[in-house]
């Protein structure tokens, strides 16, 4: 960093908003409000002679990541569109077919600092191509594994991971510096349609190529054909831009990357990126066990109320629920993204913390419909499709937002290790065990219950009612982030614009005279 860096601690300003702020109008350094109504961003022209990039070749590179993005839904949740006949073939109970999540999302939380760290400091297009390559690879030699081998079946599931880790942490730094303000976050919300769309897609590819071809085996080898396709696209077609240019003043230094501890002290002390970060694990939690259990979950509420036969050993399962599952999921997506986004765009005008406000909202929401929909699967499948519907497209309002805050309030140079660690945390307390567990306290409630087709879905009915109680504990999470979002989002423009240094350990000191000289001591000494 620059020579200011050594600066004495006290001589930094903590609290921004006392006096007038660098970088507001009138000030040297104004680049408009991001959230603004009216933002004073680069013009196109600016924009692509910072990042060397056209407007149209900046839109096809948001493009292919879109697509890439949407691949990696689709895969992920094949597994769960074909999850009734994968324990058939198996003969696994419900707590192993919750361990195939869990495997992948484990080795893809681990595997996600280490592409941080990496995506912060090389070329992010190269380290994306060879990700997905070999994530391509894996997921087509997970299709021909035998029936005595439910480990090698985990083991490739684990090694997707690499892929998903190699993506998922470094795309939205791109499209980050690429644009700024409300033209990113209309990027974002594009690129983040992709997920709920791509998992839906993932439901309905598995169930139909199944259909067709009358083996499951044949729904795991789409994704891998189409992932040569995107790593084609990938080196064609996507540049790698500046990191921060297009948020910085046109005289203020680049910003250099600090060392990866500097950069989790400083993600530690950001308490708008670790709130969010806790709410969005609430997301993933009920995402990932829906993701799974939906499908078995409706199937057994069907069977239960006689609507279709049980799924019997050596038998093909025989529903439609996966389908129409992942039609749900599309359409409640796309609804839920972009609902969210427009009413946090709306909110901004009036209310600085609309993000995390529309955050909250979605997820308290979300937790009663959630609850209603399993609390009315004996009684009505129409009811539970209903809850369904608004519930997860209260729950998928928090998408893009939540990506969206993550890049304002944390900057650039850090910003590939703070999705990495947005990652584990989401993960590791999320969706990593979510599926297991659920599938776990099915398998108790079911021992403890006469063997039959109505012990099963009351079983997983009340184990997957924790779904609600979780989301309820996110909203609470984002209601927390709003204390906290302005002053966290203006210490990083100022950071970015070249206006505020960030003390290092040794800045916590201050110079006072000893004995004819100066010496520099902790303020901590002084005080007392």
């Keep these: 960093m620059s020579g200011s860096d050594t600066a004495p601690f006290l001589s930094q300003a903590d609290d921004t908003g006392d006096g007038p702020v660098p970088g507001t109008p009138g000030l040297p350094g104004y680049m408009g409000n991001p959230k603004s109504e009216n933002p004073e961003v680069p013009d196109r022209e600016r924009l692509q002679r910072i990042t060397g990039l056209s407007a149209g070749r900046s839109a096809l590179i948001v493009a292919v990541l879109c697509y890439i993005n949407l691949l990696n839904y689709m895969d992920r949740f094949t597994v769960a569109g074909v999850l009734p006949d994968i324990e058939q073939f198996f003969d696994i109970g419900d707590s192993s077919s919750g361990l195939i999540q869990t495997v992948f999302i484990s080795s893809y939380m681990v595997l996600a600092p280490v592409f941080g760290y990496l995506g912060d400091r090389y070329n992010r297009k190269y380290l994306m191509c060879g990700g997905i390559a070999f994530w391509s690879l894996v997921t087509l030699g997970s299709s021909f594994i035998p029936r005595e081998r439910f480990w090698l079946l985990l083991l490739t599931r684990g090694l997707v991971g690499v892929g998903e880790a190699s993506y998922s942490t470094i795309a939205p730094t791109l499209i980050a510096d690429l644009f700024v303000a409300d033209q990113r976050s209309r990027m974002l919300s594009v690129f983040y349609f992709a997920i709920p769309v791509g998992s839906g897609l993932g439901y309905i590819a598995g169930s139909k190529v199944k ?23 990938l080196f064609l077609v996507v540049r790698e831009p500046p990191r921060g240019a297009v948020e910085r003043l046109s005289d203020s230094p680049p910003l250099n990357p600090t060392s990866w501890w500097a950069d989790l002290r400083a993600l530690a002390r950001n308490p708008s990126f670790i709130l969010s970060s806790l709410g969005f694990t609430a997301v993933a939690f009920v995402t990932g066990s829906l993701a799974l259990w939906a499908p078995a979950f409706l199937l057994r509420s069907r069977v239960v109320l006689g609507e279709t036969p049980p799924c019997l050993p050596g038998d093909s399962c025989s529903s439609s629920d996966s389908l129409i599952f992942g039609l749900i999921t599309c359409l409640t997506g796309v609804l839920g993204v972009g609902l969210g986004v427009e009413f946090s765009r709306r909110l901004r005008r009036s209310n600085p913390r609309a993000d ?32 369904i519907f608004i519930g997860e497209t209260l729950l998928s309002m928090n998408w893009a937002i939540v990506a969206d805050i993550l890049l304002y309030v944390v900057i650039p140079t850090r910003r590939s290790t703070a999705e990495a660690f947005q990652i584990v945390l989401s993960h590791l307390l999320g969706d990593a065990g979510s599926p297991y567990l659920i599938g776990l306290i099915s398998d108790r409630l079911r021992r403890t219950w006469p063997p039959s087709f109505l012990s099963e879905f009351r079983a997983l009915q009340f184990s997957l009612m924790l779904c609600a109680f979780v989301g309820a504990l996110g909203g609470a999470a984002f209601l927390g982030t709003a204390i906290f979002i302005e002053g966290d989002r203006r210490r990083a423009q100022l950071h970015v614009q070249g206006l505020l240094h960030e003390a290092r350990p040794e800045d916590d000191r201050i110079v006072v005279p000893q004995r004819g000289r100066s010496t520099r001591v902790p303020v901590s000494s002084v005080l007392i």
């Excluded at 259909?211 to 696209?233: E, I």
């Design 211 to 233: 259909d067709m071809a009358g083996d499951w085996h044949w729904a795991l080898r789409v994704t891998p054909g189409l992932g040569v396709v995107a790593v084609l696209l």
């Design 356 to 387: 995390p406000l529309v955050c909250a909202a979605g997820l308290l929401g979300s937790a009663p419909f959630l609850f209603l929909s399993l609390a009315c699967a004996r009684g009505s499948i129409v009811a539970t499709y209903i809850f």
